[in-house]
C-alpha cells in the first residue's frame, strides 16, 4: 500500500500535504519550481501531451485555445447551468455536450473531472518524488457548499487520477482541523473561507472530550459561484471600460491580450493589499501604454458589492442555529482572497474580532486535509470530524413541490425512509426525482437523480416500496430500495443528473489508469538511471585519476565489483535494484572519495601560501 | 454540556466511519448504517417539535405524515380576518393598488400569531414535561393516553399556526 496524502484541490491553486511523522504537524510539499502551489491550469501542448501547473500557466498567454484555468466551476454542473461562467471565463464548451460538459482544449475535448483528474495526478507525482514511494490514497477537499454532483464529480476525478479517495472533507472544516492542531482552539469557531471561485461559512464547535477532541460543524452555508475571480473579473471589467474610453482600443474579454492583462492586474490587487496605490503600466497593441493610478480606495469601491454578497451566508448560517456573531470564540480566514485589507476589515466589523492569520490562508485547507488523511490513515485517532450536509434533501411530490427529508445542516451520514405504493391497478414503475436545495418547487432546486421504483402488478395501493436515501461521510447520496411485502432488496444506482455515468468512468479510466499505475514504476526507473549513470562516471572518473593509486587493491576490488553490479540492475527495470546498487557502490567509493576530495583541496592550495587560503 | 449531547459525542467515536477505513467492506457498511441512525436519532430528538411528532409516532397516536389541517376554533376569527386580509393584498397587488397600509396590518398579524406559536412551543414543552413526569411515576396507560392525546392537539394546532406564519410571510416578501 503507497502513502496517503491531503489534497486541496482548488479553483486557481491546488496543493498536497502530508502528516510529518517526526513534527507531528503537517506539511506542504513543493514541486518543482519550489512553490507549494501548483496552479489550477491545464494545457495540451501541440504533440497531445499534458501539460499542468506553472508551465501550463505560461501557456495560458501563449496558447489561450489550448489552455483552462478554473475548471472547478465547471465541476458537477451542467451546460444550461454555465451561461453566466461562459461569459467571463474562456471556457471553450463544446456545444454538442449534453450531460456532462466537455471542454475543448487544441483538437481534444475533455470532462472536468479530467481536467481536474490532470492536476490530482500532478500533485501525486509531487508527492511520489518527494517520498520516493508510490502515492495512492488520498483526502481531498471540496467547498462546504458543493452539492451531491460536485462532490461526486471531484471523487471521479480522484479515481481517474489513480487515488483512492477516502474521504471528501469540507473546506473550512480542513481549515479548522489544522488550525484546532496549531492553536489548540475551543469553543465556537467560524470559518470564513473565500477561495479562488467558492465563498463558504462553516460555524463549528470544538469540544475536548476524554476521548479526544471533536470538531462537530453545526452549520454551513456559501455560494459555490462567489470567489477572488470575480472580483478579478471586476477590475478586468473596469479597466477594459477605461482603454475603451481613452484609447478606443476594444479586445476580445478572452485573448492574449485580456490574459496578460488580467495578470497584470492581479498582480496590482496583490500590491493593493501590501500598500496604499500602485500604478498599472500596460502596452497595448497600438503601441501606446495605458497607465493608471489605483489606490486602495478605488479597489474597495470596485469590489465592494463581492465582499458584500459573502455576508448574507455568513448571517444564515448563524441564525441556522439561533447564533449572534458576537458569539463566536475564534474567527478564521481561509482562502489568498482574504489577504484582501477590505475582507479582514469586512469580517472583523461583522464579528467585533479580530480574525486568525496565523496559518497561511493558501495552504491551511491542505494542511487540514492532511491531517485528516492522517487519522483515516491510522483508523483510530484522538481527533474526530462530525460535518454536515449544506443543503436539504427533498423529493418531488404531486405538482411539482419539494419534500423535504433529510434537511440542510443535518450531521452526517444521515438518512431517511419514504414509503412508496402504487396508484393504479398493476403499475410496474414509480418515478422518484430527488433534489437537493431549499426552495419549494422541484424546478428551482438542484436535480440529483431520477430513477424508477420497480414494482411487481398488484391492485393499486398493495404494493409498498420502502426507500432509502443515505448520505455518505462524503455528502454523497446512496439510495437503497426494498418491497416491504416480499423483502426483495432494489439495486438503485444513482448517478447525479449531471455526472458521469460508470461505463463513461470506467472508459475514461482504461484510457488513463492503468498506463498511470506503470507511470510511477517507470518514471521512479528513468530517475534511478539517471542517477546510476551519474555516480557510474564520477566513479570511473575518480579511479582514472591518479589518486586512485591510493586505493588498496581489496578495496579497488569491491569498488569496481559494485559497478558491475550496478551497471547490469540499470539494464533490469527494477528501480528498487538500482537504488541498492547505487547505495553498495557510494558505500564502496567512500575512501576513494575522500582520497579524491582531499586531493582536490590540495591541488587546489597548491602554490598558496597558508595565509592566502 | 447536556446528556443528549454527550451520549451522541460518545457514540459517534465509537460509530463514525472514519475509525472503520481501513476496516472490511461489512464493517463499513454497518459503520455507515449506525452512523446515520445515530444522526437521524440526534437530529429528532434535539428539535422540541420532532421530538413529540416522534413520541406520537412510536406510541402509535400519530401516523406518518398524518397532519390536520382543521383551524382550531379559538382562533376561528383570527383567521377567518387574517384570509381576508391575504386576499385583499393579493387583489391589490394584481391591480398595482398602494399596499402600504395592507402590508401594515398583515406584518400585525404575523406578528400576532408569531407569538401564538411561542405560547404554543411553550405549552407542548410543559407537557412534554407532565410525560416524562408520567413515564417516570409509571403512570397507567389512561392517564398516558391523556396525555398523548394533549400533545397530539398541541402538535396540529402549532403546524395549523406555523403554517399560516410562513404564508403570510412569503405573501409579504413578493409584495
Known amino acids: 500500500m503507497g502513502r496517503t496524502v491531503g489534497i486541496d484541490l482548488g479553483t486557481t491553486n491546488s496543493l498536497v500535504a502530508y502528516m510529518d511523522a517526526q513534527t507531528g504537524q503537517p506539511k506542504c510539499i513543493p514541486g518543482p519550481y519550489g512553490s507549494t502551489l501548483c496552479p489550477s491550469v491545464v494545457s495540451l501542448d501541440p504533440d497531445g501531451n499534458i501539460i499542468v501547473g506553472e508551465p501550463a500557466r505560461k501557456r495560458l498567454l501563449t496558447q489561450p485555445e489550448r489552455t483552462i484555468y478554473s475548471v472547478k466551476r465547471l465541476m458537477g454542473r451542467g451546460v444550461s447551468d454555465i451561461q453566466d461562467e461562459l461569459k467571463l471565463f474562456p471556457f471553450r464548451v463544446d456545444v454538442a455536450s449534453k450531460n456532462v460538459i466537455r471542454v475543448q482544449l487544441g483538437e481534444k475535448k475533455f470532462t472536468a473531472p ?13 508527492a511520489e518524488a ?11 477537499t471540496v467547498p462546504a457548499y458543493f452539492n451531491d454532483a460536485q462532490r461526486q464529480a471531484t471523487k471521479d476525478a480522484g479515481k481517474l487520477a489513480g487515488l483512492e479517495v477516502l474521504r471528501l472533507v469540507n473546506e473550512p472544516t480542513a481549515a479548522s482541523l489544522a488550525y484546532g492542531l496549531h492553536e489548540k482552539q475551543r469553543g465556537l469557531v467560524a470559518v470564513y473561507d473565500l477561495g479562488g471561485g467558492t465563498f463558504d461559512i462553516s460555524i463549528l464547535k470544538l469540544i475536548s472530550t476524554d476521548d479526544g477532541d471533536i470538531y462537530q460543524v453545526l452549520s454551513v452555508n456559501g455560494d459555490t459561484h462567489l470567489g477572488g475571480d470575480d472580483i478579478d473579473n471586476l477590475l478586468q471589467a473596469f479597466v477594459h471600460e477605461q482603454i475603451l474610453q481613452h484609447d478606443e482600443i476594444d479586445f476580445s474579454p478572452h485573448g492574449e491580450i485580456a490574459q496578460e492583462l488580467r495578470k497584470e492586474l492581479i498582480a496590482l490587487k496583490h500590491q493593493l493589499s501590501e500598500k496604499e496605490s500602485a500604478t498599472l503600466h500596460f502596452p497595448l497593441p497600438n503601441g501606446k501604454t495605458f497607465e493608471f493610478e489605483f489606490t486602495r480606495g478605488m479597489l474597495d469601491a470596485l469590489i465592494r458589492p463581492v465582499v458584500d454578497c459573502t455576508i448574507t451566508p455568513v448571517k444564515r448560517a448563524l441564525a441556522d442555529k439561533e447564533l449572534k456573531p458576537e458569539q463566536m470564540d475564534e474567527v478564521v480566514l481561509v482562502g489568498g482572497t482574504t489577504r484582501t485589507p477590505l475582507i479582514r476589515r469586512t469580517v472583523q466589523e461583522f464579528f467585533g474580532r479580530a480574525p486568525h492569520t496565523e496559518l497561511n490562508p493558501d495552504e491551511v485547507v491542505a494542511l487540514g486535509a492532511a491531517v485528516q488523511a492522517n487519522i483515516l490513515d491510522r483508523g483510530v485517532s484522538n481527533m474526530l470530524l462530525l460535518d454536515v450536509t449544506p443543503l436539504s434533501l427533498g423529493i418531488e411530490t404531486y405538482g411539482g413541490a419539494v419534500g423535504k427529508i433529510i434537511p440542510r445542516n443535518s450531521p452526517i451520514p444521515a438518512s431517511a425512509q419514504e414509503m412508496y405504493t402504487t396508484g393504479v391497478d398493476n403499475q410496474t414503475g414509480i418515478d422518484i426525482h430527488v433534489l437537493q436545495g431549499e426552495r419549494e418547487l422541484a424546478k428551482d432546486c438542484r436535480s440529483l437523480a431520477r430513477f424508477t421504483l420497480k414494482v411487481p402488478p398488484a391492485p393499486a395501493g398493495l404494493p409498498r416500496i420502502e426507500v432509502k436515501f443515505l448520505i455518505d461521510a462524503n455528502g454523497i447520496l446512496q439510495v437503497a430500495a426494498k418491497d416491504v411485502r416480499t423483502g426483495e432488496q432494489q439495486q438503485i444506482e444513482v448517478r447525479p443528473s449531471y455526472g458521469l455515468n460508470d461505463a463513461e468512468i470506467e472508459r475514461m479510466l482504461e484510457e488513463s489508469i492503468e498506463y498511470a499505475e506503470q507511470d510511477f514504476a517507470e518514471r521512479q526507473v528513468i530517475e534511478a538511471r539517471t542517477e ?7 566513479t570511473s572518473k575518480a579511479l582514472a585519476g591518479e589518486q586512485a593509486n591510493a586505493v588498496p587493491t581489496e578495496e579497488r576490488a569491491k ?12 539494464a533490469e527495470n527494477d528501480y528498487k535494484l538500482i537504488r541498492k546498487r547505487i547505495d553498495e557502490l557510494n558505500h564502496a567509493t567512500m575512501n576513494l572519495a575522500e582520497i579524491v576530495m582531499n586531493s582536490a583541496i590540495s591541488t587546489a592550495l597548491k602554490g598558496k601560501s597558508v595565509g592566502e587560503v | 454540556m447536556g446528556s443528549l449531547e454527550q451520549k451522541f459525542l460518545q457514540l459517534s467515536w465509537k460509530l463514525h466511519p472514519d475509525n472503520f477505513v481501513n476496516a472490511s467492506e461489512e464493517e463499513q457498511e454497518l459503520s455507515l448504517k449506525r452512523s446515520s441512525e445515530l444522526n437521524d436519532a440526534y437530529r429528532t430528538l434535539k428539535d422540541p417539535v420532532a421530538r413529540v411528532e416522534y413520541l406520537l409516532e412510536i406510541e402509535g397516536e400519530r401516523k406518518e405524515g398524518e397532519k390536520k389541517q382543521q383551524a382550531p376554533p379559538e382562533l376561528l376569527e383570527e383567521v377567518f380576518e387574517l384570509n381576508e ?15 402600504d397600509g395592507m402590508k401594515a396590518r398583515l406584518q400585525a398579524a404575523e406578528a400576532n400569531f408569531g407569538q401564538k406559536l411561542a405560547e404554543v412551543d411553550t405549552e407542548m414543552q410543559a407537557t412534554a414535561r407532565d410525560w416524562d413526569a408520567a413515564v417516570d411515576a409509571g403512570a397507567d396507560d389512561a392517564a398516558r393516553k391523556k396525555i398523548m392525546a394533549r400533545l397530539n392537539e398541541h402538535l396540529n394546532r402549532r403546524s395549523y399556526i406555523r403554517n399560516l406564519v410562513v404564508s403570510v410571510a412569503k405573501e409579504l416578501a413578493e409584495a
Open chain 1, 559 to 570: 569498488i569496481d565489483g559494485a559497478v558491475a553490479a550496478l551497471k547490469e540492475s540499470v
Open chain 1, 130 to 140: 518527494h517520498f520516493g514511494e508510490p502515492v495512492d490514497r488520498a483526502v481531498i
Open chain 1, 532 to 538: 546510476a549513470e551519474s555516480i557510474l562516471i564520477a
Open chain 2, 85 to 99: 386580509s391575504l386576499d385583499e393584498l393579493r387583489e391589490a397587488k394584481s391591480a398595482g393598488l398602494e399596499l
Open chain 1, 114 to 126: 479530467e481536467i481536474s483528474s490532470f492536476i490530482l495526478r500532478e500533485l501525486k507525482n509531487w
